[in-house]
């Protein structure tokens, strides 16, 4: 059987030579006549794909001498209390905005470990764009922040910050920035070395579940008050080169294949193909009396898309058509409803014109005026 266009959120569509040279692996990894699965994380081979990884994600994003990559597990979600543990001390404020669940998971966590200040938030209008309350108010940088922490792209919502909102908020504030990259990293072109800290789990863009990517400026790291344990301390873990315990030797690997696969395709190019696939897919939905957006246009996001119908009634009938027509995972987060189509990188354009299509198929069919 085809097979089918995967829109699911994460874990995500891998591209298939990846997916390839993985099953391969499996087998024989390397020529060793051992599996990727059983081969030990200190061998030569392995080292190799780890340095690897990490020189290609310096590479690929540009990143300069003052940045450490590391390899981690614990998902996004450890990083929601590894980043105030190692990088909020006594006595200061660290500052975040509120745009959507995992922002707002990252501030539940971060307040268990120091003060913290929520800038804005857009939780009363159902996080349906990025606040911008510096831009009337610019004061609000003023005081002084130990960072102040974004999610870059809001995955359950739908929502992004925009290269240019990106751009006024460097240029405000007065502190590092850290940025949850989880479902927009490598999607396209920033300076990337204008951030302090970015983390992002792998399983949206370049890798499957079970590694977090963390890139931290050395310069913001500060000689702990209190002895962190080693394995939540960025300073030693980068001493360890992303090597202190067994990491996750099988998903760093699919990473190293998929980061090979990103560079050889070009972070200028992935990035045209994804504006080309949202724009394709967001004027379809604007175009259509049955389907419409659900957040503020100047906010979408270009790597998940929600949407939902104008008659709730017909969200469980276009589910089943698109899964009769070979698309899967549309499904809208569990505590939101209606449609999510997650555009990756590795979704091509063929799948977001089957999902037009549908669209198109299914509206013709029960459309109301």
Not at 262 to 287: C, H, M, P, W
Request: glycine content about 6%; overall charge neutral; aromatic content about 10%.
């Amino acid at each position: 059987m085809t097979k089918p266009y995967n829109f699911y959120s994460g874990p995500a569509v891998l591209p298939d030579e990846v997916l390839e040279k993985a099953a391969q692996a499996i087998k024989d990894f390397a020529g060793t006549r051992l599996s990727i699965l059983e081969i030990s994380h200190r061998s030569k081979e392995f080292v190799e794909v780890m340095q690897e990884a990490r020189l290609l994600v310096k590479q690929i994003l540009r990143l300069d001498h003052h940045k450490e990559v590391l390899f981690l597990q614990g998902g996004a979600s450890q990083q929601f209390f590894m980043v105030p543990m190692n990088l909020l001390r006594k006595g200061e404020v660290a500052a975040y905005f509120d745009t959507g669940q995992w922002s707002s998971r990252a501030i539940a966590e971060a307040k268990k470990i120091g003060s913290v200040e929520v800038l804005a938030s857009s939780a009363s209008s159902q996080y349906n764009h990025i606040p911008k309350v510096w831009m009337d108010n610019p004061q609000l940088f003023q005081k002084t922040y130990s960072y102040i922490h974004i999610t870059s792209n809001n995955t359950v919502f739908g929502t992004q910050w925009s290269k240019p909102l990106l751009e006024n908020l460097f240029e405000m504030a007065n502190c590092p920035i850290v940025a949850d990259m989880s479902s927009d990293l490598f999607s396209r072109e920033l300076d990337f070395n204008r951030f302090g800290l970015i983390y992002a789990g792998a399983q949206k863009n370049f890798g499957p579940a079970g590694v977090t990517l963390v890139i931290v400026d050395k310069r913001i790291l500060k000689e702990s008050e209190k002895q962190l344990p080693t394995l939540l301390n960025y300073q030693k873990l980068i001493e360890a080169e992303s090597m202190y315990n067994t990491p996750a030797v099988f998903a760093v690997f699919i990473c190293w294949l998929t980061l090979q696969w990103i560079k050889r395709r070009g972070l200028e190019n992935l990035e045209q193909e994804s504006i080309r696939k949202a724009q394709l897919l967001y004027e379809a939905i604007d175009d259509s009396t049955l389907f419409k957006g659900t957040v503020s246009k100047e906010d979408r996001s270009r790597m998940n898309v929600c949407f939902k119908t104008k008659n709730p009634d017909m969200d469980k009938l276009f589910l089943e058509y698109c899964e009769n027509n070979n698309l899967v995972g549309l499904a809208g987060y569990r505590t939101v409803g209606g449609f999510r189509a997650s555009i990756y990188n590795a979704m091509p354009v063929e799948g977001v014109q089957k999902l037009i299509q549908c669209i198109k198929e299914f509206e013709s069919k029960n459309g109301i005026n």
